[in-house]
């Protein structure tokens, strides 16, 4: 699933082709509704301001050092205010065994 805004640059036949060669599904957010993308909004802000760019000399030790950035900082260890302050990683443990109410879960949707 590839979900975006209504930019553009997501609308293009160009990424609808590319999305599909993948077997990704594309997904866009509501016209006008801005809260559709708000988690994803909140990430790119996190990786913008919490990831140090130091320029890289090719484009795979750039997608390396983002990767590196999600699963050995974001998922695991940085804690959300919209998760209890847990780290993604924690309340998905939690969930999956259970740990969390059908309450709580639909609360931080």
Sequence with gaps: MHH????????SQTLRKLLQREGLTMS????????DNA???SFFRS?????????????????MEVF????MFYN?????SALGYLSPA??????????LTPVEVA???
Excluded: F, N
């Excluded at 590196?68 to 699963?71: F, P, Q, V």
């Excluded at 695991?76 to 959300?80: A, L």
């Design 4 to 11: 975006s805004d209504r930019g553009v640059q997501y609308a």
């Design 28 to 35: 866009m957010s509501r016209k006008g509704d801005p809260w």
């Design 39 to 41: 988690m994803m909004e």
């Design 47 to 63: 990786l913008k301001t919490e990831w140090i760019d130091t320029g890289y000399a090719t484009e795979a030790q750039a997608q």
């Design 68 to 71: 590196k950035y999600i699963e």
């Design 76 to 80: 695991p260890t940085r804690r959300h």
């Design 90 to 99: 924690e309340y998905e443990r939690r969930y999956e065994a259970g740990q």
């Design 107 to 109: 609360a931080r949707c």
